[in-house]
């Protein structure tokens, strides 16, 4: 087996899919580790590093490797170098990418996509999502300060009393709790709404208070995930949420749904609610973003409010973040080579959660569902 670390070439990433750190673990699955020079140059990890702990520095891994790791799906030019037959694991999000499923289908690849690593305990080793989900919800905060003009926590000085900020986080899940403890680490009052009524001893064990609702009893998935809300929840939810935002200094947004297009929670008409200065962070802005007014990739200030629409934020934070994903990577790794035949075991429901293509025929009940496919396989 020869593992091969790809530079990602995708404007912005700085994050690399293994660090020198866990090259001994794939040695020791008995394969040859092979990195494309200057690959964690943007993670702060050296050629020198890599060498260190035993991997081959080379100009291209798609001439050599046959299994190739990654972070970003691949570029045309790279899909042009990567071989036939070869295995490829990354977060491609092919259930939303129908194109690229087909160019892995055409070179008959082998493809893992860990957004797709099932949300089950004996998975939460390997589980990508919720670790950058992590960094996304604490550079957030970061982000929120940057643009706030204000102190965050309650100031006594010889000035005068400064109040602390107030936060807003809208979604408690990975992200949002995350968010919350940071901004309280920073000194801020918090509160938190989720269409969950579950996490709300997770909220306040945070030291946040959880904005109430009626709320249904079935706002969660089976995978972990938030479904979508109906037309009339949200029109509730919005009420609840607007009775928070005259005070709100900054509202830190992170509700998703996966496969689909993030919920627009936050109208224009609840932003003009919103004291001067205010900041909002929108860590959904690429799926479409939670605000009527976020754009993706911009900041803009519209109504004295500054939204932020950020684009990959675990790529500010590219060491610790490639680190993390990494290990929930290498983890995985270790599941489907760790026995001594080196099979691909489709019986495994962790590896069939993730496998989307083998040798070119899809696998994935998941991404079956999402083209159309027979739904009995759901």
Same mark, same amino acid.
């Given at each position: 087996?020869?593992?091969g670390i790809a530079q990602e070439l995708v404007e912005g990433e700085r994050r690399v899919a293994i660090v020198p750190a866990m090259v001994g673990d794939l040695i020791k699955l008995g394969g040859e580790v092979l990195v494309e020079r200057n690959a964690g140059a943007k993670s702060d990890y050296s050629d020198k590093d890599y060498e260190a702990e035993g991997a081959k520095i080379v100009d291209s891994v798609y001439d050599h490797a046959g299994i190739i790791l990654k972070i970003q799906p691949p570029s045309q030019e790279e899909l042009n170098k990567i071989k036939d037959s070869s295995r490829l694991f990354g977060l491609f999000w092919v259930v939303t990418d129908k194109d690229? $499923?087909?160019?892995?289908?055409k070179k008959k690849l082998t493809v893992f996509s860990m957004?797709?690593?099932?949300?089950?305990?004996?998975? %939460?080793y390997m589980d990508v999502l919720s670790s950058m989900s992590a960094v996304a919800g604490y550079r957030s905060v970061l982000l929120a300060a940057e643009h706030f003009g204000r102190f965050f926590p309650l $100031?006594?000085?010889?000035?005068g009393k400064i109040p602390p900020a107030n936060v807003l986080v809208i979604g408690a899940g990975v992200a949002g709790? %995350?968010?919350i403890?940071?901004?309280k680490r920073l000194g801020a009052k918090v509160d938190a709404f989720d269409t969950r009524a579950a996490v709300k001893e997770q909220v306040e064990s945070l030291g946040a208070r959880f904005v109430?609702?009626?709320m249904p009893e079935d706002m969660e998935s089976d995978g972990g995930y938030a479904k979508e809300a109906t037309a009339e929840f949200i029109k509730k939810e919005r009420e609840a949420i607007s009775a928070k935002l005259p005070k709100t200094d900054i509202m830190i947004t992170t509700a998703q749904v996966?496969?689909?297009?993030?919920p627009v929670i936050v109208t224009e008409e609840m932003i003009k609610m919103m004291p001067q200065g205010a900041v909002i962070v929108d860590i959904a802005a690429e799926q479409g973003g939670n605000t009527e007014l976020t754009v993706a990739g911009k900041t803009i200030k519209d109504h004295g409010v500054t939204i932020v629409g950020p684009i990959n934020l675990p790529s500010y934070l590219a060491s610790h973040a490639s680190a993390m994903y990494s290990r929930n990577l290498v983890n995985l790794l270790k599941l489907i080579y760790g026995d001594k035949e080196k099979k691909l075991d489709l019986e495994d429901e962790v590896i069939a959660g993730c496998c989307v293509l083998s040798r070119g025929e899809i696998v994935s009940k998941t991404v079956k569902m999402a083209f159309g496919g027979d739904k009995d396989d759901r």
């Open positions: 087996m020869k593992f690229l $499923l087909h160019e892995f289908m957004e797709l690593v099932p949300r089950i305990s004996r998975a %939460q $100031l006594m000085t010889a000035a709790l %995350q968010a403890a940071t901004a109430e609702m009626e996966f496969g689909k297009k993030a």
